[in-house]
């Protein structure tokens, strides 16, 4: 079974406040992605990274950056919190570029800023 | 661009009835096309996909979808619910976002609640 972890579950941070939030999977997938989700709004892709040290904006890519240094691990930072990016978080992996390929997430970060 | 359109965002049911929740999606190429589910406090899980063949797919947990061309729609189809059915759907399209990179444009969601 593919599982996708995520470093919490729930987190509280203040405004301005650097955040990091952790991603790993344990299937040696080539393609791992950032969500976040808002109700009505269902999901929206922020980045995402088909290789080691490779990443490529996605729709909402503005006050979050990513890093990825091993295949298995995909890090977002928020560089600067704002109460606009309270939400829940969802990392997402996929063995395979392409069309097609099933995407398996983990079970999400809730994210407060205050 | 791909997009999709989950035209209910909450369908509450009785137990034992059936449901259907409604997907569109527009695309201009050839589409993949998915359901996921979320079960409260977690994260999405793929109940079925639609990438060739026959228009019917059978999924997980008794859940079944037709893709429709013509109507470009993938209904999501249930005969009899179950209260452990009662989570949130998505519904979601593969496509070549503007990077040229080939990733999911989900829905907005559906609320499907069971009522004992």
């Known amino acids: 079974d593919v599982k996708v972890t995520q470093s919490s579950r729930y987190l509280v941070k203040r405004t301005g406040e650097k955040v990091f939030l952790e991603c790993v999977q344990d299937?040696?997938?080539?393609?791992m992605f950032w969500y976040r989700q808002d109700p009505g709004l269902g999901l929206r892709l922020i980045y995402f990274?088909?290789?080691?040290?490779?990443?490529e904006k996605g729709d909402i890519p503005e006050g979050y950056s990513v890093s990825r240094e091993k295949k298995e691990r995909f890090s977002l930072i928020l560089e600067s919190a704002s109460t606009n990016q309270t939400s829940m978080y969802l990392c997402?992996?996929?063995?395979?570029?392409?069309?097609?390929?099933?995407?398996?997430f983990g079970p999400g970060t809730r994210l407060l800023v205050l | 661009a791909q997009s999709v359109t989950q035209l209910d965002s909450q369908v509450p049911v009785f137990e034992e009835a059936p449901v259907e929740l409604r997907c569109n999606y527009s695309?201009?190429?050839?589409?993949?096309l998915f359901w996921y589910v979320q079960y409260p406090n977690q994260g999405l899980q793929l109940l079925l996909k639609?990438?060739?063949?026959?228009?019917l797919v059978k999924g997980i947990n008794g859940f079944e979808a037709e893709f429709n061309k013509s109507q470009t729609s993938f209904h999501l189809r249930k005969p009899s619910v179950h209260i452990s059915d009662t989570a949130e759907y998505f519904c979601?399209?593969?496509?070549?976002?503007?990077?040229?990179?080939?990733?999911?444009?989900f829905g907005t969601g559906t609320r499907l609640t069971v009522i004992p």
């Open positions: 639609y990438l060739s063949g026959s228009t």
């Open positions: 695309s201009s190429v050839s589409v993949y």
């Open positions: 997402a992996s996929s063995l395979l570029e392409g069309a097609g390929e099933t995407q398996y």
């Open positions: 990274s088909y290789d080691v040290k490779m990443k």
């Open positions: 979601a399209v593969s496509g070549l976002d503007q990077t040229g990179a080939n990733n999911l444009f």
């Open positions: 299937m040696d997938h080539e393609n």
